[in-house]
């Protein structure tokens, strides 16, 4: 690693100070800012880090009129162990216990893990070796080269990377609205590609908190993760789903730069009872939009296959 | 241990048995500096005698350099004091500047869990953590965990059962398994797995590991009656 200043942020105003006006990188866990400037793939190494784990009152999970609130330093363990989300929020639970190693579980937190880069092979290459177009290059270097863990649903900005979060779908299926310090985000929002970062928040904006109101009575969610190893593995696909009385949300990952919503299924399982017929027609349906690339029609298959599984794991 | 038995330089003969090991690690905590002694200066390896000397030299030689800071740490219950810069991850600063040899640094992306420290509870990487960011944490690594008699069974069923071969990550093994008996005394078979799943070794010894954690359990709580 490079030499950098750091600066344990004792506010979150002392931390958008210094983020405005200087070349900084926040950290909080470091599972994966560490990484990358170890590797120097961010297109510009960072003059200085600000240490988010020292600002007072962002880890907490609480339950307020109903609504769960989870603060940014809030580590997965907690979220993947807390009673509550488990039985109320299951699909967030399953996705924060199936992420990473125990290890990166016991330092990531939740504002991390949303916020975390593509693990494009491309795009992560030590010491910036390709200037794609995340990088304000004019190229996606994984349309010509090798894209077997890219997108099966087209590029979004020119990219093809995924986005490899196992939180993100969670959230989206229980429709969850993320708090920074400028605005609230619903969850489905908050995902875009753009240079080079994951999420439409601007440089100078911090997630502070993550609400996601109570489910009604009867909704059930789960999470299912499809890796090549059970521990440590990003995902390929991941499902997160959460179906209702009359209402249903399925959120594929890994599958798209941004995470993909299969909107058109969730019609489908609406209101309805979930057979075997109908979760393997929902499948169908969340896939049938795909276009896959020369190297990842198996995708196709593992994500069609997820959504019928999570949709009878109910 | 007799066949442990090896013939050092000076011709005395020595053996390698636990207690051995234990006072290794013993002397390797006892060797910690307490306090900064080297003010060396990173960039051109000038030394000085003290702390505001070093920040004179770089206000006045190296204007735009980032300056090293102190920082006081807590490692396996001894307070030591650090002069690193702020770049430096915990298991660099462990091994370089305190001497502990013991968190393995194998993957250094957070990957492997072969520097695996338990800091506050917590068993974490120290390969992905700055050490200015662990002021005043309460760190323990794996010298802590073999000086320490009271995790004598652990050592001893890790050795019983081979659960090693080149040995290379079984530092990390041994912290997370520690952590796991520190929080759940008796773990099962599949708890273990779940804890373990971070740490990985290229040998494949992945199964004797559970035999063994779950022996030391049970030989740790008779002791415990």
Not at chain 1, 107 to 136: D, E, H, S
Request: aromatic fraction near 6%; glycine fraction near 6%.
């Amino acid at each position: 690693m490079k030499n950098f200043n750091h600066i344990n942020a004792k506010s979150l105003e002392e931390a958008i100070a210094i983020l405005s006006e200087k070349n900084t990188v926040l950290i909080a866990g470091g599972t994966d800012i560490i990484p990358l400037l170890k590797d120097t793939v961010l297109p510009e190494y960072p003059e200085t880090v600000i240490n988010l784990k020292t600002v007072p009152g962002l880890e907490f999970i609480k339950e307020i009129k109903g609504n769960l609130c989870i603060g940014a330093n809030t580590r997965l363990t907690e979220i993947a162990g807390n009673r509550t989300i488990k039985e109320k929020y299951t699909a967030l639970a399953e996705a924060a216990s199936k992420a990473a190693t125990p290890h990166i579980r016991q330092m990531g937190t939740i504002a991390g893990n949303i916020c975390q880069l593509t693990r494009c092979w491309y795009f992560r290459k030590p010491q910036n070796r390709f200037q794609c177009v995340r990088k304000n290059g004019n190229k996606c270097f994984a349309a010509a080269g090798d894209s077997r863990y890219h997108s099966i649903f087209g590029a979004v900005n020119g990219c093809l990377a995924v986005n490899p979060g196992d939180l993100a779908p969670a959230l989206i299926a229980l429709n969850a609205e993320i708090i920074t310090t400028k605005r609230i985000i619903n969850a489905i929002d908050l995902w875009e590609t753009g240079y080079p970062s994951n999420t439409v928040l601007a440089k100078n904006e911090i997630i502070t908190e993550i609400q996601i109101t109570e489910p009604s009575s009867g909704t059930k969610s789960t999470f299912i993760k499809f890796a090549v190893r059970k521990s440590v593995d990003f995902a390929i696909v991941n499902c997160a789903v959460s179906v209702g009385k009359d209402s249903a949300r399925i959120c594929l990952n890994g599958v798209a730069p941004n995470p993909y919503r299969a909107e058109k299924a969730e019609t489908v399982i609406a209101g309805k009872k979930v057979t075997a017929e109908l979760a393997e027609k929902a499948g169908d349906i969340a896939v049938a939009d795909a276009k896959p690339l020369k190297d990842t029609a198996y995708k196709v298959q593992i994500a069609k296959i997820l959504v019928k599984r999570a949709l009878l794991s109910l | 241990m007799h066949n442990n038995e090896k013939i050092n330089g000076s011709g005395k003969r020595t053996s390698f048995t636990h207690a051995t090991a234990q006072a290794q690690a013993a002397g390797s905590i006892e060797a910690i500096p307490a306090t900064v002694k080297d003010f060396r200066c990173p960039v051109c390896s000038k030394d000085f005698s003290g702390y505001p000397e070093l920040k004179q030299h770089y206000t006045e030689d190296h204007p735009d350099a980032v300056i090293p800071v102190t920082v006081s740490l807590n490692i396996n219950g001894k307070d030591c004091e650090v002069l690193i810069e702020p770049h430096w991850t915990l298991q660099r600063t462990l091994q370089f500047r305190l001497g502990l040899t013991g968190s393995k640094l194998m993957c250094d992306r957070g990957v492997c869990g072969s520097c695996t420290v338990i800091m506050d509870g917590r068993s974490v990487l120290s390969c992905s953590i700055l050490a200015v960011e662990c002021e005043g944490k309460n760190i323990q690594t794996i010298e802590g965990i073999a000086a320490n008699p009271k995790w004598k069974p652990l050592v001893d069923a890790y050795c019983k059962w081979d659960a090693m071969q080149c040995g290379y990550c079984t530092p990390g093994f041994l912290v997370s398994a520690k952590s796991i008996l520190d929080k759940n005394p008796h773990p099962t078979d599949e708890e273990i797995k779940e804890a373990l799943a971070g740490n990985i070794c290229i040998c494949g010894t992945y199964p004797r590991h559970s035999t063994a954690i779950m022996e030391a359990a049970s030989i740790m709580a008779k002791e415990g009656e």
